[in-house]
């Protein structure tokens, strides 16, 4: 900023300190008009440059900008504030110029034209979408989608009732309606579930699922035998409450499973002896097989069906009929779907309780299991989790043998957004779960996908702990022995209670026994009254083994009896006061017996808050350092004569504490949620948050976040630039002018030119972008394949010759070469991960992977954000250059605010498109990434059939001979046939990204054009014709947008949007007072003159009166 401005704005903050100022009560605002385009200088800056409105000096920020925001209808966004308190002149000098706008407090009195918004006024619909496109709420913008797409069948209406008129082009407004009523509004975010056997992935899934029993579970054996989906169920149909999709594997996809199946069983068109040896691939096999034939129980009946393929399937009638299809089942209850679903996902082998006989599920004419012909389910429920459009896929783990589903897998993992790594507490730290995840592969295309930070630790069941073990583990033994010591204190005073207990016990046995006597010589002594009142001789109750007997008169029978009803009652009362006392005591033995389990649940409680805090430390920090590890063995790779170790090209601390981890306890939430009642009671849990499923519950939406509000704002975007185009249309009274008066209409036929310079600047941007992306590539990732392929071909052979070696030496068991080979180079187990062609071609990426990195993380990006920014400002330049025309050479009637508004949509469309763009660029880069180990299988396949059929005496020498030979003959071909496949994959990228930018910029040019040229000289009307009647009520119906309600949105109002702005905090001694409020802007306490940028291109609302317009 020029320096006089500066001084002038200084001076402006000290007479605001002074009287009469700061005795007034209201003061005014000055914002920048939209269509100012001056350098702010002291021979530029003009006050008709401003708009001023009033307001009460001692507004707050944030009530002055929602207000200024509600006029303009665009964003004023604070960059600067003068505080009251502090130095004596704000600091400004950091502006070179104010192109967005700027803002000023003023006193009343230096300019009397004046705009009154000392009172709030309500934002119109378009302006309140303005903010929301920007705001981050998402279920605001997913509220304002659904209620725009109600109101888009009546605005199409009228739109084709338009295009039936002559001379009338619609169609591109109809074309858009549509596109939008078609567009989705919900975001899938797919996360991959990851966990061995026993981890409880299933137990996890149904507790944050909110079900008791939906994701199969079993105590014996693994339950999930294929790929699970979880996704929300948006049916109101009470029948179908919960919906599943089993899709089944094409005929092509069995095929090749019954030759893998076929290649293991057999030996010289005999069935292997090992078929049913526990634990051996052919015993999988055949279980397999069996599954789904049970009926083959002859051994030369399943030799003849496995040597002669095609023949066996093409008289499977029966078998046909459910390959490559869909079944759909739905139910109202979770246990009764879980019970069909089992039907088709569960192996039924047999186990403890169980029975073998197969499912009898879809067909009476169909005898096996439907598991091994199965890819993938998709489940359906109505979870809060899910709603947001999170889909959770349970996979099985990596070690599944079926080549389909495995094949299904990789790519879902692929497709996943994120990750989640599933581990008991118990191995999630001793193990080093984080440190060594899944293998160097796995870490290796991790950042190869630039998802290094998109996995999630969730460490299971910590419910199961030792409270012997844990306290010396977790160094807790002093707090955990006050606990304890506690507890046995406790425990003496159970037992000296339990102890009187009993002794009261015996005294009120005895005081039973005593009124029990006394009420039996009660019962004789009134007797004996009653025969003496009828003149009967009585005598006595003989007490003793006295002979003599002296009978007993009627006084002495009354005093006996009621002495002994006296004592009767005295019994009675004793009795009573042990009972009492019985009571209070086992009152207090059941309360301090609570304490105790209080007192034990809370010793479980802190061992298991001490544990899952140790874990989480331990897991971040070997997280990061096993990232650090791999990357620096990258580093070295690429280049050992410039790596230094002790250099750090990330920050892996902030990896480390970035890393989401979650220590969990899925029965510990279901028993707190009154399910799972039959099991034995979790202690150690007195809240759902101890638990952490709560958390992780909010972790699973807040992932979500961006996507919701990528797709919302697209709609939003689309939507304003349509609204914005027709609002051009309809305020334009239709009187063009004709083709000779165009010709000598300066404005329009300056419109003409700049049109044509706007296209090919844009062209040019997009020319020039894809020029770049095919440098960066050649420069980053190309002229490093020779060197990657030597490094590739100089380690081949040696990998080759090392999976024979002897196992003390490192080399696979026969079995377990065999079962690679047989499997095209690739067998998993729960134990390990082999894949013959990933560490072939392991070298080669590693040798590209920092490179790769740099490219598709850095690189790249940054060329389209480069265009991005390039195209707003060939789209402003554009703007301002025609408004600036208009004003100067033309007519004061255009509405230069209107399109300002509409510019402004197309510059936010531009920030959404390089997201959409990023996005191409990672699945393109994903798929390429991928491509080279396949393409080396691919090099090898004739030689891995050649391994899966030998067989005989000396078959292991033979395997390994084929295998190294195979290696040794195609070791110079195979890695540039590799590297020469992923060139022609990424080689089409750029034409991609150049195809999305070009469809971009041709949007945005045909809509300037169609928009200017409504306002700036267009023949809309051939010169004599009037507008027809129903033209004129279209154009009415679109001006006043009475299919788009006002109020409607209002209700989603409960405070300002949120706004992401950058503040620049000059001031020092306000810096700590700053609060933020709820649009997003620092609001100081001190009421000061304000330096705040405002969108240029925002639109005005036409309703308000603007003072000083030109």
Same mark, same amino acid.
């Given at each position: 900023?020029?320096?006089?401005?500066?001084?002038?704005?200084?001076?402006?903050?000290?007479?605001?300190?002074?009287?009469?100022?700061?005795?007034?009560?209201?003061?005014?605002?000055?914002?920048?008009?939209?269509?100012?385009?001056?350098?702010?200088?002291?021979?530029?800056?003009?006050?008709?440059?401003?708009?001023?409105?009033?307001?009460?000096?001692?507004?707050?920020?944030?009530?002055?900008?929602?207000?200024?925001?509600?006029?303009?209808?665009?964003?004023?966004?604070?960059?600067?504030?003068?505080?009251?308190?502090?130095?004596?002149?704000?600091?400004?000098?950091?502006?070179?110029?104010?192109?967005?706008?700027?803002?000023?407090?003023?006193?009343?009195?230096?300019?009397?034209?004046?705009?009154?918004?000392?009172?709030?006024?309500?934002?119109?619909?378009?302006?309140?979408?303005?903010?929301?496109?920007?705001?981050?709420?998402?279920?605001?913008?997913?509220?304002?989608?659904?209620?725009?797409?109600?109101?888009? &069948?009546?605005?199409?209406?009228?739109? !084709?009732?338009?295009?039936?008129?002559?001379?009338?082009?619609?169609?591109?407004?109809?074309?858009?309606?549509?596109?939008?009523?078609?567009?989705?509004?919900?975001?899938? #975010?797919?996360?991959?579930?990851?966990?061995?056997?026993?981890?409880?992935?299933?137990?996890?899934?149904?507790?944050?699922?909110?079900?008791?029993?939906?994701?199969?579970?079993?105590?014996?054996?693994?339950?999930?035998?294929?790929?699970?989906?979880?996704?929300?169920?948006?049916?109101?149909?009470?029948?179908?409450?919960?919906?599943?999709?089993?899709?089944?594997?094409?005929?092509?996809?069995?095929?090749?499973?019954?030759?893998?199946?076929?290649?293991?069983?057999?030996?010289?068109?005999?069935?292997?002896?090992?078929?049913?040896?526990?634990?051996?691939?052919?015993?999988?096999?055949?279980?397999?097989?069996?599954?789904?034939?049970?009926?083959?129980?002859?051994?030369?009946?399943?030799?003849?069906?496995?040597?002669?393929?095609?023949?066996?399937?093409?008289?499977?009638?029966?078998?046909?009929?459910?390959?490559?299809?869909?079944?759909?089942?739905?139910?109202?209850?979770?246990?009764?779907?879980?019970?069909?679903?089992?039907?088709?996902?569960?192996?039924?082998?047999?186990?403890?309780?169980?029975?073998?006989?197969?499912?009898?599920?879809?067909?009476?004419?169909? &005898?096996?299991?439907?598991?091994?012909?199965?890819?993938?389910?998709?489940?359906?429920?109505?979870?809060?989790?899910?709603?947001?459009?999170?889909?959770?896929?349970?996979?099985?783990?990596?070690?599944?043998?079926?080549?389909?589903?495995?094949?299904?897998?990789?790519?879902?993992?692929?497709?996943?957004?994120?990750?989640?790594?599933?581990?008991?507490?118990?191995?999630?730290?001793? @193990?080093?779960?984080?440190?060594?995840?899944?293998?160097?592969? =796995?870490?290796?295309?991790?950042?190869?996908?630039?998802?290094?930070?998109?996995?999630?630790?969730?460490?299971?069941?910590?419910?199961?702990?030792?409270?012997?073990?844990?306290?010396?583990?977790?160094?807790?033994?002093?707090?955990?022995?006050?606990?304890?010591?506690?507890?046995?204190?406790?425990?003496?005073?159970?037992?000296?209670?339990?102890?009187?207990?009993?002794?009261?016990?015996?005294?009120?046995?005895?005081?039973?026994?005593?009124?029990?006597?006394?009420?039996?010589?009660?019962?004789?002594?009134?007797?004996?009254?009653?025969?003496?009142?009828?003149?009967?001789?009585?005598?006595?109750?003989?007490?003793?083994?006295?002979?003599?007997?002296?009978?007993?008169?009627?006084?002495?029978?009354?005093?006996?009896?009621?002495?002994?009803?006296?004592?009767?009652?005295?019994?009675?009362?004793?009795?009573?006061?042990?009972?009492?006392?019985?009571? $209070?005591?086992?009152?207090?033995?059941?309360?301090?017996?609570?304490?105790?389990?209080?007192?034990?649940?809370?010793?479980?409680?802190?061992?298991?808050?001490?544990?899952?805090?140790?874990?989480?430390?331990?897991?971040?920090?070997?997280?990061?350092?096993?990232?650090?590890?791999?990357?620096?063995?990258?580093?070295?790779?690429?280049?050992? #004569?410039? =790596?230094?170790?002790?250099?750090?090209?990330?920050?892996?601390?902030?990896?480390?504490?970035?890393?989401?981890?979650?220590?969990?306890?899925?029965?510990?939430?279901?028993?707190?949620?009154?399910?799972?009642?039959?099991?034995? &009671?979790?202690?150690?849990?007195?809240?759902?948050?101890?638990?952490?499923?709560?958390?992780?519950?909010?972790?699973?939406?807040?992932?979500?976040?961006?996507?919701?509000?990528?797709?919302?704002?697209?709609?939003?975007?689309?939507?304003?630039?349509?609204?914005?185009?027709?609002?051009?249309?309809?305020?334009?009274?239709?009187?063009?002018?004709?083709?000779?008066?165009?010709?000598?209409?300066?404005?329009?036929?300056?419109?003409?030119?700049?049109?044509?310079?706007?296209?090919?600047?844009?062209?040019?941007?997009?020319?020039?972008?894809?020029?770049?992306?095919?440098?960066?590539?050649?420069?980053?990732?190309?002229?490093?394949?020779?060197?990657?392929?030597?490094?590739?071909?100089?380690?081949?052979?040696? #990998?080759?010759?090392?999976?024979?070696?002897?196992?003390?030496?490192?080399?696979?068991?026969?079995?377990?070469?065999?079962?690679?080979?047989?499997?095209?180079?690739?067998?998993?187990?729960?134990?390990?991960?082999?894949?013959?062609?990933?560490?072939?071609?392991?070298?080669?990426?590693?040798?590209?992977?920092?490179?790769?990195?740099?490219?598709?993380?850095?690189?790249?990006?940054?060329?389209?954000?480069?265009?991005?920014?390039?195209?707003?400002?060939?789209?402003?330049? =554009?703007?301002?250059?025609?408004?600036?025309?208009?004003?100067?050479?033309?007519?004061?009637?255009?509405?230069?605010?209107?399109?300002?508004?509409?510019?402004?949509?197309?510059?936010?469309?531009?920030?959404?498109?390089?997201?959409?763009?990023?996005?191409?660029? #990672?699945?393109? !880069?994903?798929?390429?990434?991928?491509?080279?180990?396949?393409?080396?299988?691919?090099?090898?396949?004739?030689?891995?059939?050649?391994?899966?059929?030998?067989?005989?005496?000396?078959?292991?020498?033979?395997?390994?001979?084929?295998?190294?030979?195979?290696?040794?003959?195609?070791?110079?071909?195979?890695?540039?046939?590799?590297?020469?496949?992923?060139?022609?994959?990424?080689?089409?990228?750029?034409?991609?990204?150049?195809? $999305?930018? @070009?469809?971009?910029?041709?949007?945005?040019?045909?809509?300037?054009?169609?928009?200017?040229?409504?306002?700036?000289?267009?023949?809309?009307?051939?010169?004599?014709?009037?507008?027809?009647?129903? $033209?004129?009520?279209?154009?009415?119906?679109?001006?006043?947008?009475?299919?788009?309600?006002?109020?409607?949105?209002?209700?989603?109002? @409960?405070? &300002?949007?949120?706004?992401?702005?950058?503040?620049?905090?000059?001031?020092?001694?306000?810096?700590?007072?700053?609060?933020?409020?709820?649009?997003?802007?620092?609001?100081?306490?001190?009421?000061?003159?304000?330096?705040?940028?405002?969108?240029?291109?925002?639109?005005? @609302?036409?309703?308000?009166?603007?003072?000083?317009?030109?």
């Amino acid at each position: 900023m020029d320096p006089a401005i500066t001084e002038q704005l200084r001076q402006a903050a000290k007479r605001w300190r002074q009287k009469p100022y700061l005795e007034t009560d209201s003061c005014q605002v000055a914002i920048l008009r939209p269509e100012h385009n001056k350098k702010i200088t002291p021979d530029t800056l003009q006050a008709e440059d401003f708009l001023w409105f009033q307001c009460k000096k001692d507004d707050s920020i944030t009530e002055v900008m929602n207000r200024c925001e509600n006029m303009v209808g665009h964003r004023v966004q604070l960059f600067h504030s003068f505080g009251l308190c502090g130095s004596d002149y704000a600091t400004v000098d950091k502006f070179d110029h104010c192109k967005d706008g700027l803002i000023v407090l003023r006193a009343v009195g230096e300019n009397s034209q004046i705009v009154d918004i000392s009172k709030s006024k309500q934002m119109s619909n378009l302006q309140y979408l303005t903010k929301l496109e920007s705001s981050n709420r998402p279920e605001e913008m997913e509220q304002a989608v659904r209620r725009i797409k109600g109101c888009l &069948p009546a605005l199409l209406s009228r739109i !084709q009732e338009l295009e039936a008129l002559n001379g009338v082009d619609a169609n591109r407004w109809s074309v858009s309606i549509k596109e939008l009523m078609n567009l989705p509004t919900q975001h899938r #975010t797919l996360i991959g579930v990851i966990g061995g056997t026993g981890d409880g992935k299933s137990s996890l899934l149904n507790a944050l699922l909110g079900v008791e029993h939906l994701a199969p579970t079993n105590c014996i054996r693994a339950c999930t035998a294929v790929i699970t989906v979880f996704a929300f169920n948006h049916s109101n149909d009470p029948a179908a409450k919960f919906k599943g999709a089993i899709v089944f594997m094409r005929m092509s996809d069995w095929t090749e499973e019954l030759s893998t199946i076929g290649s293991i069983l057999l030996e010289e068109g005999r069935l292997s002896r090992n078929f049913n040896v526990p634990d051996t691939e052919e015993e999988e096999a055949y279980a397999r097989f069996k599954a789904v034939y049970p009926h083959l129980t002859k051994q030369t009946d399943i030799e003849r069906a496995l040597s002669d393929i095609p023949a066996f399937l093409a008289s499977d009638v029966a078998l046909s009929k459910r390959l490559d299809r869909v079944v759909h089942i739905q139910d109202s209850t979770p246990e009764a779907f879980r019970r069909k679903l089992s039907d088709y996902v569960d192996s039924k082998e047999k186990s403890a309780g169980e029975s073998s006989k197969p499912a009898q599920t879809d067909t009476s004419e169909w &005898p096996g299991e439907y598991w091994p012909l199965i890819k993938c389910v998709r489940v359906y429920l109505k979870s809060p989790v899910l709603e947001t459009g999170m889909e959770i896929a349970d996979c099985p783990g990596l070690s599944d043998a079926n080549a389909a589903r495995a094949a299904v897998m990789k790519n879902w993992l692929k497709d996943c957004t994120g990750f989640w790594v599933v581990a008991s507490i118990h191995r999630a730290v001793d @193990n080093k779960v984080a440190k060594n995840l899944l293998g160097d592969a =796995f870490k290796t295309q991790l950042l190869l996908d630039g998802q290094a930070s998109a996995v999630t630790f969730i460490c299971s069941q910590t419910d199961r702990i030792s409270v012997d073990e844990a306290p010396k583990s977790l160094k807790i033994e002093p707090e955990i022995s006050a606990q304890r010591e506690k507890s046995r204190k406790r425990q003496k005073e159970i037992n000296t209670a339990k102890a009187n207990f009993e002794g009261l016990k015996k005294e009120k046995q005895g005081r039973k026994d005593k009124f029990d006597e006394v009420d039996d010589d009660l019962d004789k002594w009134l007797d004996l009254a009653d025969e003496i009142k009828k003149g009967e001789t009585v005598y006595a109750p003989k007490e003793t083994n006295s002979l003599k007997r002296v009978p007993i008169t009627g006084e002495e029978a009354e005093e006996k009896v009621k002495d002994l009803k006296s004592e009767k009652s005295a019994c009675r009362t004793e009795l009573k006061d042990i009972e009492k006392n019985m009571k $209070e005591l086992q009152n207090s033995i059941s309360q301090m017996q609570k304490e105790m389990s209080d007192i034990k649940a809370g010793i479980v409680t802190t061992c298991i808050v001490k544990r899952n805090a140790y874990s989480k430390d331990s897991i971040r920090a070997d997280y990061a350092l096993g990232m650090k590890e791999h990357y620096q063995r990258l580093e070295s790779e690429k280049d050992d #004569t410039t =790596f230094d170790p002790n250099e750090d090209q990330y920050d892996y601390e902030a990896l480390a504490k970035s890393l989401p981890v979650y220590c969990v306890s899925s029965w510990g939430f279901q028993q707190l949620n009154g399910r799972m009642q039959n099991e034995t &009671p979790v202690v150690g849990f007195q809240t759902l948050e101890q638990t952490e499923i709560p958390q992780l519950q909010a972790h699973c939406r807040e992932l979500t976040r961006s996507g919701r509000m990528a797709v919302s704002r697209r709609f939003l975007n689309s939507f304003l630039k349509l609204v914005t185009s027709l609002e051009l249309w309809a305020a334009n009274d239709g009187a063009g002018v004709d083709a000779e008066e165009r010709l000598r209409n300066s404005p329009a036929m300056h419109l003409e030119k700049k049109l044509y310079q706007l296209k090919s600047s844009l062209k040019k941007e997009v020319h020039e972008s894809k020029d770049a992306f095919e440098s960066i590539l050649k420069q980053t990732i190309y002229k490093r394949y020779v060197s990657a392929s030597f490094v590739a071909q100089s380690a081949a052979v040696s #990998t080759a010759k090392g999976w024979g070696l002897p196992q003390s030496k490192g080399g696979l068991h026969f079995q377990t070469y065999r079962a690679v080979v047989r499997r095209a180079g690739r067998y998993s187990t729960d134990d390990h991960d082999i894949d013959f062609n990933e560490a072939l071609v392991a070298p080669m990426t590693k040798k590209i992977a920092r490179p790769w990195m740099n490219a598709f993380g850095t690189a790249l990006p940054a060329v389209v954000r480069s265009f991005e920014e390039k195209a707003k400002l060939v789209l402003q330049e =554009f703007h301002d250059d025609v408004t600036s025309y208009v004003r100067k050479h033309g007519t004061n009637s255009v509405r230069t605010e209107l399109l300002a508004s509409q510019m402004m949509h197309h510059r936010n469309g531009l920030e959404i498109t390089e997201a959409h763009m990023n996005e191409v660029i #990672t699945e393109h !880069q994903k798929n390429a990434n991928r491509m080279f180990a396949p393409s080396i299988q691919q090099t090898l396949a004739q030689a891995y059939k050649q391994c899966a059929a030998a067989a005989g005496q000396g078959v292991w020498r033979q395997i390994k001979s084929i295998m190294e030979n195979a290696v040794q003959d195609k070791v110079t071909v195979m890695f540039h046939d590799a590297a020469n496949e992923v060139r022609i994959k990424l080689g089409i990228l750029g034409t991609e990204v150049a195809k $999305e930018m @070009n469809t971009v910029v041709d949007e945005i040019y045909h809509q300037a054009e169609f928009d200017y040229r409504q306002e700036i000289g267009d023949i809309t009307v051939k010169p004599g014709k009037i507008m027809s009647k129903e $033209e004129q009520e279209i154009r009415l119906f679109c001006k006043e947008r009475t299919w788009l309600p006002e109020g409607m949105f209002k209700s989603d109002l @409960n405070a &300002p949007p949120t706004f992401p702005g950058n503040v620049i905090a000059n001031d020092s001694d306000a810096a700590e007072d700053d609060t933020v409020g709820m649009d997003g802007v620092v609001a100081t306490a001190a009421a000061g003159p304000l330096v705040i940028t405002a969108g240029i291109t925002g639109a005005i @609302n036409t309703n308000v009166p603007i003072v000083g317009t030109e």
